[in-house]
């Protein structure tokens, strides 16, 4: 082993102790649908069975009272987990093993990289191990289910690759591969799309003449490829004013971000610093050619200029900070660190121990769990099956449980429908705004009138519901009682 890889192995064991046990635990999704808060899991799995049963772009009526499946979300990862669920059979099972691949794509994307910067085993685990195991992911992916980011930031890596390769060499055929990676990306999450565009601006600078032409080219491919999705997903977009939603405001916001903007802030300013240790031990400008359009976009994040910019304000922190990471680490284990200072060297020691210490904490003590199905859960699971028509799940009171991850249960397991569902994004922003707002107002003034007249215009006829709300609707609104378990509720609109 050589002596500069000796500062990663306190962060490797680390790591790697905390992937399996998140990998362990998330293992419960095998056997439990997972219901409980920080869960964005349940939706996606959902997408799986609605696109077995109505097919691309198919109408869904189990839903909203009925939508457009991919209509303003990519079908990319959805594809990807079916091709499991019907070789295997189980949804669930189907949805943890394609999990696993893709951590196993994603480290082999890291091995050809590093073989390509010719980097060593350990510095190749440790690279692995800060993008994809990194606290952050840990908790996006294996307890709240971002598995499209998953996915994407997988693609994203073999996109790296494709042009480090073509970085100091000339153009070939195998360029097509960055067409159908890019394809690929645009499929998955919109996003890691944007900034993998971004990204391939670099090597279209560094490249003269024609090659700059054939990378132009296989691009615009990969753009085409994907149209079949883009051009639906546009009108869609337009129809639903989906980027009306505020994700521009999120890097402004650091009230209610504050932790996801500090990290995003430390992450780039940390791009720069090391690309400048990385620039000065290589001294070749093509490199600053070929990463300045990664070295401009965490200039403009560190400015929050980059959310007055269009498109690009549109991503959220999540994608950003992966985004960033993934080149802070790159960078970092670039190094020649035989000729750093040592004062330099000592201080990205003890940055990668604290770093590692204090991100296993933080999963260990504040990232939620896969857990077990509670008894709450249990009563509502109870009452499903005596749903007739379409229903609603609503509560006046916090919950320690997940309402919308009920609809895409009683939707797999009961095929019942909603005139709600997991999500503003699928429907008609004013659907959701009239809805959710009608039943807000009841909950606030206690009206029946107006809450049954909206419920009734939005072909409602069960209402799923708890405790005082249970005692309210039944006594105020004398909505009758289908059932009961527990302190959960079924109730019947007539």
């Given at each position: 082993m050589r002596n500069s890889d000796k500062i990663f192995i306190i962060p490797i064991i680390l790591l790697v102790g905390n992937f399996i046990y998140r990998l362990i635990n998330f293992a419960k999704i095998i056997t439990i649908f997972p219901l409980d808060k920080v869960n964005d899991i349940s939706s996606y799995i959902t997408l799986v069975y609605f696109f077995k049963e109505y097919g691309f772009l198919g109408f869904v009526p189990d839903w909203y009272n009925g939508f457009i499946l991919f209509n303003t979300y990519p079908p990319g990862w959805v594809v990807y987990d079916y091709l499991f669920y019907i070789t295997i059979g189980n949804l669930l099972l189907a949805t943890f093993i394609s999990t696993l691949c893709l951590y196993l794509l994603g480290f082999i994307g890291i091995w050809l990289i590093g073989k390509e910067i010719k980097i060593s085993k350990i510095k190749i685990i440790a690279f692995f191990l800060f993008v994809f195991a990194n606290p952050m992911l840990i908790g996006a992916v294996l307890k709240q289910g971002r598995l499209p980011s998953l996915m994407a930031l997988v693609l994203f890596v073999y996109l790296v690759y494709i042009c480090l390769y073509f970085k100091d060499q000339e153009i070939n055929w195998r360029i097509i591969f960055l067409s159908l990676i890019y394809a690929a990306i645009i499929l998955t999450h919109q996003p890691e799309a944007i900034l993998g565009g971004i990204f391939i601006l670099g090597l279209i600078f560094l490249k003269k003449n024609k090659e700059r032409i054939y990378v132009i080219g296989a691009t615009t491919l990969g753009v085409i490829l994907s149209l079949f999705w883009v051009i639906p997903f546009i009108h869609y977009v337009?129809?639903?004013?989906?980027?009306?939603?505020?994700?521009?405001?999120?890097?402004?916001?650091?009230?209610?971000?504050?932790?996801?903007?500090?990290?995003?802030?430390?992450?780039?300013?940390?791009?720069?610093?090391?690309?400048?240790?990385?620039?000065?031990?290589?001294?070749?400008?093509?490199?600053?050619?070929?990463?300045?359009?990664?070295?401009?976009?965490?200039?403009?994040?560190?400015?929050?200029?980059?959310?007055?910019?269009?498109?690009?304000?549109?991503?959220?922190?999540?994608?950003?900070?992966?985004?960033?990471?993934?080149?802070?680490?790159?960078?970092?284990?670039?190094?020649?660190?035989?000729?750093?200072?040592?004062?330099?060297?000592?201080?990205?020691?003890?940055?990668?121990?604290?770093?590692?210490?204090?991100?296993?904490?933080?999963?260990?003590?504040?990232?939620?769990?896969?857990?077990?199905?509670?008894?709450?859960?249990?009563?509502?699971?109870?009452?499903?099956?005596?749903?007739?028509?379409?229903?609603?799940?609503?509560?006046?009171?916090?919950?320690?449980?997940?309402?919308?991850?009920?609809?895409?249960?009683?939707?797999?397991?009961?095929?019942?429908?909603?005139?709600?569902?997991?999500?503003?994004?699928?429907?008609?922003?004013?659907?959701?705004?009239?809805?959710?707002?009608?039943?807000?107002?009841?909950?606030?003034?206690?009206?029946?009138?107006?809450?049954?007249?909206?419920?009734?215009?939005?072909?409602?006829?069960?209402?799923?519901?708890?405790?005082?709300?249970?005692?309210?609707?039944?006594?105020?609104?004398?909505?009758?009682?289908?059932?009961?378990?527990?302190?959960?509720?079924?109730?019947?609109?007539?």
């Amino acid at each position: 082993m050589r002596n500069s890889d000796k500062i990663f192995i306190i962060p490797i064991i680390l790591l790697v102790g905390n992937f399996i046990y998140r990998l362990i635990n998330f293992a419960k999704i095998i056997t439990i649908f997972p219901l409980d808060k920080v869960n964005d899991i349940s939706s996606y799995i959902t997408l799986v069975y609605f696109f077995k049963e109505y097919g691309f772009l198919g109408f869904v009526p189990d839903w909203y009272n009925g939508f457009i499946l991919f209509n303003t979300y990519p079908p990319g990862w959805v594809v990807y987990d079916y091709l499991f669920y019907i070789t295997i059979g189980n949804l669930l099972l189907a949805t943890f093993i394609s999990t696993l691949c893709l951590y196993l794509l994603g480290f082999i994307g890291i091995w050809l990289i590093g073989k390509e910067i010719k980097i060593s085993k350990i510095k190749i685990i440790a690279f692995f191990l800060f993008v994809f195991a990194n606290p952050m992911l840990i908790g996006a992916v294996l307890k709240q289910g971002r598995l499209p980011s998953l996915m994407a930031l997988v693609l994203f890596v073999y996109l790296v690759y494709i042009c480090l390769y073509f970085k100091d060499q000339e153009i070939n055929w195998r360029i097509i591969f960055l067409s159908l990676i890019y394809a690929a990306i645009i499929l998955t999450h919109q996003p890691e799309a944007i900034l993998g565009g971004i990204f391939i601006l670099g090597l279209i600078f560094l490249k003269k003449n024609k090659e700059r032409i054939y990378v132009i080219g296989a691009t615009t491919l990969g753009v085409i490829l994907s149209l079949f999705w883009v051009i639906p997903f546009i009108h869609y977009v337009r129809a639903y004013h989906f980027l009306d939603l505020g994700f521009s405001n999120w890097i402004l916001d650091f009230e209610g971000y504050f932790w996801n903007n500090l990290i995003g802030i430390i992450i780039s300013l940390g791009v720069l610093v090391f690309f400048l240790i990385y620039y000065k031990q290589r001294n070749k400008t093509q490199d600053l050619i070929f990463f300045s359009p990664v070295l401009i976009l965490a200039l403009l994040y560190l400015s929050r200029l980059i959310s007055f910019i269009p498109l690009i304000k549109n991503i959220y922190i999540d994608p950003y900070n992966d985004f960033f990471l993934f080149f802070l680490t790159l960078f970092l284990v670039s190094l020649d660190y035989k000729n750093i200072n040592k004062k330099i060297k000592g201080g990205i020691i003890i940055g990668l121990i604290i770093f590692s210490i204090l991100g296993v904490l933080y999963n260990l003590t504040q990232t939620p769990y896969m857990e077990d199905r509670t008894d709450l859960e249990q009563n509502f699971l109870n009452l499903i099956p005596q749903i007739e028509g379409k229903y609603i799940f609503m509560f006046s009171e916090p919950l320690d449980t997940y309402s919308s991850a009920y609809y895409g249960y009683s939707t797999i397991y009961y095929d019942k429908y909603t005139v709600s569902g997991w999500g503003i994004i699928y429907k008609e922003y004013e659907y959701t705004l009239e809805l959710e707002g009608n039943i807000t107002q009841y909950f606030k003034e206690r009206d029946c009138d107006p809450l049954l007249s909206t419920l009734k215009d939005f072909n409602t006829t069960e209402i799923l519901t708890y405790g005082i709300d249970c005692e309210a609707l039944t006594n105020d609104c004398k909505l009758p009682v289908v059932n009961t378990s527990g302190d959960a509720c079924l109730l019947k609109i007539e």
